[in-house]
């Protein structure tokens, strides 16, 4: 079991940044891959971004060139800094967490946080 606690979220103005951390505890020896989801108010849960153990990453086209995805992994902790935030970048964001390597489809994910509210305003 991997427990999984995201923080950093808030309100921002258009333009700004923020950067969100996703902490695990638990059976985190093994290898394993973090993504970024984010589901708005009427709208589906979207991909954001993903890291595996190494440190392969994808993002998605969305948020290429304003947000970054890294991991500690002494810390167990994965970041993802988002800079230049749009209005449309307001949700709940939710890490999630798998044996490596990592999946875009947020069902392969079996370990999910609670979520951290980012809201972007104009």
């Known amino acids: 079991q991997v427990q999984l606690v995201e923080s950093g979220g808030g309100l921002v103005q258009a333009g700004g940044s923020l950067r969100l951390s996703c902490a695990a505890s638990?059976?985190?020896?093994?290898?394993?891959?973090t993504a970024w989801f984010r589901q708005a108010p009427g709208k589906e849960r979207e991909f954001v971004a993903a890291?595996?153990?190494?440190?392969?990453?994808d993002y998605a086209e969305s948020v290429k060139g304003r947000f970054t995805i890294s991991r500690d992994n002494a810390k167990n902790t994965v970041y993802l800094q988002m800079n230049s935030l749009r209005p449309e970048d307001t949700a709940v964001y939710l890490c999630?967490?798998?044996?490596?390597?990592?999946?875009?489809?947020?069902?392969?994910?079996?370990?999910w946080g609670q979520g951290t509210q980012v809201t972007v305003s104009s």
């Open positions: 999630a967490a798998r044996g490596d390597p990592f999946s875009i489809a947020g069902r392969a994910y079996p370990y």
């Open positions: 638990g059976r985190t020896s093994s290898r394993y891959a």
């Open positions: 890291i595996t153990w190494s440190g392969s990453i």
